[in-house]
């Protein structure tokens, strides 16, 4: 299991019993909600056990819209290959939150998710500078669309109608 925190960034721990129908832990730890939890020791492959979790804020729009679901697993997956284990990176964390939120409310998925690793590489240290920033002047954010739309990210492109299709070269 990988949990992002707060404070410590990205770790990983062991939920041993989590997929038993009793498991007190299960119904907690559904993918991308965020949760309070106790770790405690090493386990066999020298992870903590996780001992305990209560959600705080439970996303259920991800279960009732696949794509929805799907975008949020590539914005948790550019997360985590951003960042390595144990590092700490508060505004991460934040802009992870921000970016869940987003999501459920928005209609262009596709722009979230872009706003999103655009700011989670700001968060990182990878700002881009002038007209691409996305924090400070309100009036260089107004352009997301067209900076957005411009983007290829690994095999994926943008049309103007902002659905992902297939890159080709």
């Not at 949990?3 to 989590?18: F, N, P, S, W």
């Not at 106790?38 to 066999?44: F, I, P």
């Not at 996780?50 to 679901?69: M, T």
């Amino acid at each position: 299991l990988t949990i992002y925190t707060r404070e410590t960034g990205k770790i990983r721990a062991k939920a041993g019993g989590v997929r038993k129908p009793l498991s007190k832990l299960a119904g907690n730890l559904q993918s991308l909600n965020e949760i309070e939890f106790e770790v405690a020791g090493q386990g066999r492959e020298h992870l903590p056990v996780l001992i305990s979790v209560r959600a705080l804020a439970i996303n259920s729009y991800l279960r009732q819209n696949l794509r929805k679901f799907g975008y949020a697993l590539v914005g948790i997956e550019t997360l985590y290959r951003m960042c390595g284990d144990g590092q700490e990176n508060v505004e991460a964390y934040y802009t992870l939150a921000r970016f869940l939120k987003n999501l459920g409310e928005t209609a262009h998925e596709n722009l979230a998710l872009r706003r999103f690793q655009l700011n989670l590489l700001a968060a990182s240290g990878y700002a881009f500078p002038g007209p691409l920033s996305l924090r400070g002047n309100p009036k260089q954010s107004e352009n997301i669309e067209e900076i957005v739309s411009s983007f290829d990210y690994q095999g994926l492109a943008m049309t103007d109608d902002f659905q992902l299709t297939p890159a080709f070269e």
